[in-house]
């Protein structure tokens, strides 16, 4: 064998050495796509819009993601990934895998926060949490006149329209985006229980069943009663009684409210006073929740048409049939919170130094 024939074969086996190293290099790297990412805790990570998948991998890489970035961005181009990820936050928790992120990132498998709207609440209310929130961006003014408007429906009182429940929503979220998903939310749930409600139901269509609804919601806290207070408020209805629903009267004293109810209110008529008209009032008092929508749509059947609240500490009431059995319960309930008065006071002086 001459020695130009020695010096090929010598190059042929170094470069078979060559390519056999990197072939071993390559298939190590490749292998870190499957090997759990070494975090620590959870962290999240925010692609923003339009970034590069070199700049997304460098960032990784720098927060102690990924060992091997440039392998990481190179089998996401190889693959035609890399111009389908899309952007948001990601929380990156131990044990992910490089290629699960990179999935995850291409179905857009964005991190979710929640906001709960409260059974119950006014819309000023539910405005208010909303500004509060740091992950949902603001847009709307404290009190907006035409917020209906902004969510398709002009003219319709924005009392009410919510659904209460616990919305998951990805970063970005306006408040405008929320407010459009509850009050979808609520739409279906109104039309839902209006087509199964009971047959003989003293109301006209599903927005005298909110206005209902809202009254329920805001008389009582016990589950298990609310479907007996809307039978009661709903027999009222069915005989031509007049409401006599304090949470409405309320609701129009609004600021003029000073946490008690006094004769003089009861004496002032108003759209929302019960006392002094007939019927429903004109809009909803508060955002109802799908348990009160449920309990006005299918009532407990009841001859009750007065209650108060009972001796107990639970939130429950005592229901009465006749105006006889209502004052006798009122008159047990106010000896009751004398008593307690009393030993509260006792208590009080005999603790004083």
């Known amino acids: 064998m001459n020695r130009l024939t020695r010096r090929r074969l010598l190059s042929a086996v170094l470069c078979l050495l060559v390519l056999a190293a990197a072939a071993g290099v390559a298939r190590r790297d490749l292998s870190s796509l499957d090997a759990a990412i070494g975090l620590p805790a959870p962290l999240v990570y925010r692609v923003a819009a339009g970034a590069s998948l070199g700049r997304v991998a460098a960032d990784l890489f720098a927060l102690g993601v990924l060992p091997h970035p440039r392998i990481w961005a190179w089998y996401g181009r190889w693959n035609g990934l890399a111009a389908r990820v899309k952007a948001g936050e990601y929380q990156i928790v131990p044990g992910l895998t490089p290629r699960g992120l990179l999935d995850k990132m291409v179905r ?59 919305y998951k929503f990805p970063s970005g979220t306006t408040d405008l985006d929320l407010l459009r998903q509850a009050h979808q ?21 599903p927005y005298e069943l909110l206005i209902v609804a809202s009254i329920v919601e805001k008389e009582s806290s016990v589950p298990g009663e609310l ?38 209110d009861l004496r002032s008529d108003g759209p929302y006073n019960t006392y002094t008209r007939a019927g429903l009032p004109p809009t909803p008092i508060a955002l109802p929740s799908a348990a009160a929508l449920r309990a006005v749509a299918q009532p407990q059947r009841t001859d009750a048409l007065y209650f108060v609240a009972s001796d107990k500490s639970d939130g429950s009431h005592i229901f009465s ?7 006798a319960a009122v008159a047990r309930y106010v000896a009751h919170q004398r008593s307690v008065e009393r030993a509260r006071a006792r208590a009080t002086s005999g603790s004083a130094p």
């Open 321 to 327: 049939a006749t105006l006889e059995a209502q004052n």
């Open 108 to 166: 857009g498998d964005v991190l979710l926060h929640g906001f709960t709207i409260v059974d119950g609440w006014r819309v000023e209310d539910l405005l208010a949490a909303l500004r509060k929130d740091p992950q949902i961006v603001p847009t709307l003014p404290s009190a907006p006149a035409d917020l209906m408007q902004k969510l398709g429906r002009p003219g319709l009182a924005a009392e009410g329209q919510f659904l209460p429940e616990t």
């Open 185 to 205: 939310a609520l739409q279906r749930t109104l039309e839902a229980d209006w087509a199964a409600r009971a047959p003989d139901l003293p109301l006209h269509d």
């Open 227 to 264: 479907g007996l207070i809307a039978g009661l408020y709903l027999h009222r209805l069915a005989i031509g009684m007049r409401l006599q629903a304090d949470p409405t009267l309320i609701y129009g004293l609004g600021e003029r409210y000073d946490g008690s109810l006094h004769a003089a």
